[in-house]
């Protein structure tokens, strides 16, 4: 092929080399990028468990102690594979510092056994080293002898020369092997400080982790506890609840009788004394409407604190109110201005009171410490009523508040501002 012929080829060849290199270099950036967002992703997850770590169980929403817990089960995860990576280096490393050795050994026993064969050739260089092939010639019975003897000389001295050749060699390669040997040595100290790095932030995040998880386990006790007792005790609740709306629409319906007979007596023509009517009796004015469970009834919060624990499902059971945590001793403050139907021990609740506002709308206050008020005290609102404490099913002060209207469970948040 002439040079004009080869030019095509040349072109393709350059063209083939420089998709090469783009390739190589995509490549390149690829992995820069992967490294760059696994650095990202690592970073976010230990801020993550950091912050998982920094909890406090007892003042933690629900749904955060769910989410620490993830979080430091990832980080937990993490940690554990970088120990498992290094544990791994560090095998390789010693299985590589185990073949060195042996390669040393071997190489040190070839190399003694040169030696002694390179001094054994230099003693006999030198004891013979006036005899050569013109000699030999001489002092040969013949000339057949002669020639062997010189080829035998001949084929002795590159065995000789073979035999520094391969000493120097395996000098060379043992200058090497200890030097990987050495390297390897310090690649192994590193990967055990690594390990053991690695370890301290799996045993931190292992510590962490057995904290949340434990306040979580304790929460959930507390709550199937809770919910347990309120099932029992919700028999009794409903009657005092239904009791007390009966109490109020009876209250209710006297009223509106006594204010339609006070009306129909003020518009009743003169009789003949004997108090009866002339006119047909106006229908009483219909009652007033249950207050609504999506706006606010003007109730104040009944404490301070943390809401830990919303309204509604939870693992698998129903919270029919809201728990707000604080230290034991907080005040605890009626809602909203009405009468006290419950003052006292209520099982699961501990020491609880409940308050009814009128028109069917009755709010419980539960695990109060100590409380201050009476069955048939009135209260306005923002009276304190007790202390928050932990009596009844529970692991921590809190208040267990519900709202209920005409005895049913509604959010008490859609209520308080």
């Known amino acids: 092929m002439g040079p004009a012929e080869s030019r095509p080829a040349q072109r393709r060849s350059v063209l083939i080399l420089l998709l090469a290199l783009a390739t190589l270099a ?9 490294d760059d967002t696994r650095a990202e992703r690592d970073r976010v997850r230990a801020e993550r468990a950091a912050a998982a770590a920094e909890i406090e169980p007892l003042m933690a929403e629900d749904a955060e102690l769910d989410a620490a817990l993830a979080d430091l089960t990832a980080e937990v995860e993490a940690q554990q594979s970088k120990v498992d990576a290094a544990r791994a280096a560090l095998e390789r490393a010693r299985l590589r510092a185990e073949a060195i050795r042996a390669d040393i050994t071997t190489n040190e026993a070839e190399q003694a056994a040169l030696r002694t064969q390179v001094q054994l050739v230099a003693v006999d260089a030198y004891i013979g080293a006036g ?29 000789d ?12 390669e043992l200058e090497t092997l200890r030097a990987e040997a050495v390297a390897t040595e310090r690649e192994q100290a590193e990967l055990e400080t690594q390990e053991q790095a690695h370890l301290a932030d799996l045993n931190v995040a292992l510590e962490a982790q057995a904290k949340v998880k434990a306040a979580l386990e304790n929460r959930i006790a507390e709550f199937t506890a ?39 007596a003020k518009t009743a023509p003169p009789g003949d004394g004997d108090g009866g009517s002339t006119g047909p009796t106006p229908p009483p004015p219909p009652a007033p409407p249950a207050p609504s469970v999506t706006s606010a009834q003007g109730m104040a919060w009944p404490t301070t604190g943390t809401v830990t624990s919303k309204f509604g499902p939870r693992w698998g059971r129903m919270h ?8 034991t001793g907080t005040p605890v403050y009626a809602a909203a201005s009405g009468t006290v139907i419950q003052a006292g021990s209520s099982g699961g609740l501990g020491i609880s009171v409940v308050i009814s506002h009128g028109d069917g709308l009755t709010t ?53 501002p």
């Open 26 to 34: 995509g490549s390149a950036a690829h992995a820069a990028d992967s």
């Open 161 to 172: 020369l073979d035999a520094v050749d391969r000493l120097r060699t395996v000098e060379a």
């Open 320 to 327: 029919r109110g809201i728990d707000i945590g604080n230290s």
């Open 131 to 159: 005899l050569d092939a013109g000699e030999a010639l001489l002092t040969a019975g013949d000339l057949n002898a002669a020639t062997r003897e010189t080829e035998l000389r001949r084929s002795a001295s590159r065995r």
């Open 364 to 416: 419980i206050y539960g695990h109060h410490s100590e409380i201050f008020v009476s069955n048939g005290d009135k209260v306005s609102r923002g009276t304190q009523i007790g202390s928050m404490g932990c009596t009844g099913s529970c692991t921590g002060p809190h208040l267990h508040f519900e709202t209920r209207v005409n005895g049913t469970a509604y959010d008490p948040l859609d209520y308080l």
């Open 226 to 264: 809770e919910i347990d007792a309120l099932d029992a005790a919700e028999a009794d609740l409903t009657r005092l609840l239904n009791q007390q709306l009966d109490d109020e629409q009876r209250a209710a319906a006297a009223a509106a009788k006594k204010a339609a007979d006070d009306a129909a």
